[in-house]
Protein backbone atom coordinates (compact mmCIF):
# COMPACT_ATOMS: atom_id res chain seq x y z
CA UNK A 1 0.00 0.00 0.00
CA UNK A 2 1.32 3.45 -0.85
CA UNK A 3 2.07 5.87 1.52
CA UNK A 4 -0.82 8.60 0.70
CA UNK A 5 -2.82 5.66 0.23
CA UNK A 6 -1.97 4.68 4.09
CA UNK A 7 -2.35 8.01 4.94
CA UNK A 8 -5.68 8.80 3.58
CA UNK A 9 -6.73 5.53 5.01
CA UNK A 10 -5.60 6.53 8.36
CA UNK A 11 -7.45 10.28 8.28
CA UNK A 12 -10.87 8.39 7.13
CA UNK A 13 -10.53 6.03 10.07
CA UNK A 14 -10.14 9.21 12.46
CA UNK A 15 -12.99 11.01 11.28
CA UNK A 16 -14.99 8.13 11.77
CA UNK A 17 -14.23 7.34 15.25
CA UNK A 18 -14.43 10.83 15.83
CA UNK A 19 -17.89 11.28 14.18
CA UNK A 20 -18.66 7.84 16.32
CA UNK A 21 -17.75 9.13 19.41
CA UNK A 22 -19.55 12.06 18.84
CA UNK A 23 -22.66 10.68 18.36
CA UNK A 24 -22.07 7.97 21.08
CA UNK A 25 -24.53 8.35 23.33
CA UNK A 26 -28.22 9.77 22.35
CA UNK A 27 -30.21 12.79 23.05
CA UNK A 28 -33.16 13.16 25.22
CA UNK A 29 -36.43 14.01 22.45
CA UNK A 30 -39.07 16.29 23.94
CA UNK A 31 -42.69 16.17 22.21
CA UNK A 32 -45.74 18.11 23.45
CA UNK A 33 -49.15 18.24 22.66
CA UNK A 34 -52.78 18.99 23.78
CA UNK A 35 -54.92 15.95 24.44
CA UNK A 36 -58.73 17.38 25.09
CA UNK A 37 -58.23 20.08 28.13
CA UNK A 38 -54.50 18.28 29.37
CA UNK A 39 -50.93 19.26 27.95
CA UNK A 40 -48.95 15.97 27.69
CA UNK A 41 -44.95 16.23 26.76
CA UNK A 42 -43.97 13.06 25.82
CA UNK A 43 -40.04 11.40 26.17
CA UNK A 44 -37.98 9.85 23.69
CA UNK A 45 -34.72 9.40 21.97
CA UNK A 46 -33.63 11.70 19.27
CA UNK A 47 -32.19 8.60 17.35
CA UNK A 48 -36.02 7.50 16.88
CA UNK A 49 -35.21 4.46 18.89
CA UNK A 50 -38.07 2.68 20.47
CA UNK A 51 -37.09 3.14 24.30
CA UNK A 52 -38.06 5.15 27.32
CA UNK A 53 -35.29 7.62 27.41
CA UNK A 54 -34.95 7.44 31.30
CA UNK A 55 -36.07 10.82 31.87
CA UNK A 56 -35.38 11.54 35.60
CA UNK A 57 -35.49 15.43 36.04
CA UNK A 58 -38.14 17.44 33.93
CA UNK A 59 -38.74 21.49 33.75
CA UNK A 60 -40.40 23.79 32.23
CA UNK A 61 -39.59 27.74 32.31
CA UNK A 62 -41.49 30.63 30.38
CA UNK A 63 -39.50 31.97 27.74
CA UNK A 64 -37.94 35.38 28.65
CA UNK A 65 -36.03 36.03 25.30
CA UNK A 66 -32.42 37.55 26.71
CA UNK A 67 -34.02 38.51 30.00
CA UNK A 68 -34.12 34.76 30.99
CA UNK A 69 -36.80 32.95 31.49
CA UNK A 70 -39.18 32.44 34.91
CA UNK A 71 -39.36 29.00 36.38
CA UNK A 72 -43.07 27.53 35.84
CA UNK A 73 -42.82 23.81 36.70
CA UNK A 74 -40.12 21.27 37.70
CA UNK A 75 -40.44 17.24 38.13
CA UNK A 76 -38.47 15.06 39.34
CA UNK A 77 -38.12 11.46 40.20
CA UNK A 78 -37.71 10.72 43.88
CA UNK A 79 -36.26 6.85 43.16
CA UNK A 80 -34.24 7.83 40.34
CA UNK A 81 -36.22 5.96 37.91
CA UNK A 82 -37.78 7.37 34.93
CA UNK A 83 -40.96 9.80 34.46
CA UNK A 84 -41.69 7.18 31.97
CA UNK A 85 -42.94 8.02 28.71
CA UNK A 86 -45.52 10.28 29.09
CA UNK A 87 -46.46 13.21 31.21
CA UNK A 88 -49.79 14.87 31.87
CA UNK A 89 -48.72 18.63 32.95
CA UNK A 90 -49.44 18.66 36.60
CA UNK A 91 -49.87 15.41 37.60
CA UNK A 92 -48.65 14.27 40.78
CA UNK A 93 -47.85 10.36 42.03
CA UNK A 94 -45.91 9.18 44.85
CA UNK A 95 -42.91 8.27 42.90
CA UNK A 96 -41.91 12.08 41.88
CA UNK A 97 -41.30 15.29 43.46
CA UNK A 98 -43.96 18.26 41.20
CA UNK A 99 -42.20 22.12 41.81
CA UNK A 100 -45.42 24.67 40.87
CA UNK A 101 -46.68 23.71 37.71
CA UNK A 102 -49.69 26.24 37.95
CA UNK A 103 -51.94 26.38 34.88
CA UNK A 104 -49.93 27.93 32.08
CA UNK A 105 -51.21 31.08 30.03
CA UNK A 106 -50.68 32.15 26.91
CA UNK A 107 -47.23 32.34 25.80
CA UNK A 108 -43.53 31.09 24.51
CA UNK A 109 -41.70 28.27 26.85
CA UNK A 110 -38.62 25.91 26.95
CA UNK A 111 -39.17 22.34 28.58
CA UNK A 112 -35.93 20.51 29.16
CA UNK A 113 -35.47 17.07 30.51
CA UNK A 114 -32.06 15.34 31.65
CA UNK A 115 -31.77 11.43 31.77
CA UNK A 116 -30.98 8.70 34.61
CA UNK A 117 -28.25 7.24 31.77
CA UNK A 118 -25.50 9.91 31.60
CA UNK A 119 -24.68 8.61 27.78
CA UNK A 120 -28.64 10.09 26.79
CA UNK A 121 -27.56 13.87 26.58
CA UNK A 122 -30.30 16.78 28.11
CA UNK A 123 -32.96 17.05 25.86
CA UNK A 124 -34.59 20.94 25.08
CA UNK A 125 -37.95 21.76 23.43
CA UNK A 126 -39.28 25.49 22.89
CA UNK A 127 -43.26 26.06 22.23
CA UNK A 128 -45.57 27.91 21.97
CA UNK A 129 -49.95 28.10 23.95
CA UNK A 130 -51.43 30.01 21.12
CA UNK A 131 -54.74 32.27 22.45
CA UNK A 132 -57.14 29.14 21.71
CA UNK A 133 -54.99 26.79 23.52
CA UNK A 134 -53.21 25.47 20.68
CA UNK A 135 -49.94 23.90 21.34
CA UNK A 136 -46.83 25.05 18.51
CA UNK A 137 -43.76 23.22 19.08
CA UNK A 138 -40.82 25.25 17.72
CA UNK A 139 -37.41 23.97 18.14
CA UNK A 140 -35.70 20.67 19.55
CA UNK A 141 -32.45 20.26 21.13
CA UNK A 142 -32.48 17.00 18.45
CA UNK A 143 -32.55 19.81 15.73
CA UNK A 144 -29.25 20.86 16.47
CA UNK A 145 -25.27 18.98 17.38
CA UNK A 146 -24.74 21.90 19.89
CA UNK A 147 -24.76 20.93 24.06
CA UNK A 148 -27.46 21.62 25.63
CA UNK A 149 -27.47 22.38 29.73
CA UNK A 150 -31.01 22.33 31.50
CA UNK A 151 -31.83 25.47 32.54
CA UNK A 152 -33.24 24.22 36.20
CA UNK A 153 -32.62 22.00 38.83
CA UNK A 154 -35.62 20.79 41.60
CA UNK A 155 -34.40 21.36 45.43
CA UNK A 156 -31.00 22.76 44.42
Not at 137 to 147: A, G, I, L
Request: hydrophobic fraction near 35%.
Amino acid sequence: MSGVRLECLVIVTLISMSCALRHEGDGVRIEVARDKTDLVFSFGLCSGKDKDAQVTRFGIVRDGGESGGRDVCGVISLNEKSLGRVWRYGERRGDVAVHKCDPLPVGNYIASATALNERNKPGMRTFTIGDDGSISQRSSSCQSRRTFEPLWHVGE
